[in-house]
């Protein structure tokens, strides 16, 4: 089975902190994602990769940036982090190489929910 | 530009009735669709998905969907409700970079 692993559940943090969310995949996958979840607004995509040190922005990358050391990993920071990035954000993978159809889903990890004082 | 809109953001139904989740999507390429289920505090698990093919296309859990070219929809149904079915159910499209273009969801409560 497929994993993506996130590695914290749920966090904390101050307005202005500096924050890391880790995501890790053990399928060898070559496209990771990082969405932003809210009530009513559905999933919005913040960036994605398609292969290691490649970025893509996506719908609202404003106030984030990524990082994509090693092709299993790819991490989401909030410079400094402010309430309005309150939020669940999930990470996923999928198979498909760049320019290919996506024919094929997105394996999602379990979550990661930030909480901005 | 690929959309999805999902009718409703929150559906009742009585356990043993008829589930019906309404998605029409927007693409301008032959879409691929997905149909995903969250279950509280956890992430998406992916419920069953058309590419090409038989147009009716079956899932885990007893659902299925059918996509309409004509109505641009792929509305999912399931015959019988289950308790366990509570969940909130997000309708995809593939969008033009290998991602995903999500739906804002529909949360299914299931009454006794």
């Known amino acids: 089975d497929v994993k993506v692993t996130q590695s914290s559940r749920y966090l904390v943090k101050r307005t202005g902190e500096k924050v890391f969310l880790e995501c890790v995949q053990d399928?060898?996958?070559?496209?990771m994602f990082w969405y932003r979840q809210d009530p009513g607004l559905g999933l919005r995509l913040i960036y994605f990769?398609?292969?290691?040190?490649?970025?893509e922005k996506g719908d609202i990358p404003e106030g984030y940036s990524v990082s994509r050391e090693k092709k299993e990993r790819f991490s989401l920071i909030l410079e400094s982090a402010s309430t309005n990035q309150t939020s669940m954000y999930l990470c996923?993978?999928?198979?498909?190489?760049?320019?290919?159809?996506?024919?094929?889903?997105?394996?999602f990890g379990e979550g990661s929910r930030l909480t901005v004082l | 530009a690929q959309s999805v809109t999902q009718l409703g953001s929150h559906v009742s139904v009585s356990e043993g009735a008829l589930v019906l989740l309404r998605c029409n999507y927007s693409?301008?390429?032959?879409?691929?669709l997905f149909w995903y289920v969250q279950y509280p505090n956890q992430g998406l698990q992916l419920l069953l998905k058309?590419?090409?093919?038989?147009?009716l296309v079956k899932g885990i859990n007893g659902f299925e969907a059918e996509f309409k070219k004509s109505e641009t929809s792929f509305h999912l149904t399931k015959p019988s409700a289950h308790m366990s079915d509570a969940a909130e159910y997000f309708c995809?499209?593939?969008?033009?970079?290998?991602?995903?273009?999500f739906g804002k969801g529909t949360k299914l409560s299931v009454k006794p």
């Open positions: 995809a499209v593939t969008g033009g970079q290998g991602n995903l273009i």
């Open positions: 058309y590419t090409t093919g038989a147009t």
């Open positions: 990769s398609y292969d290691v040190k490649m970025k």
């Open positions: 996923a993978s999928s198979l498909i190489r760049w320019g290919s159809v996506n024919t094929g889903e997105l394996f």
């Open positions: 693409s301008s390429v032959p879409p691929y």
């Open positions: 399928m060898d996958h070559e496209n």
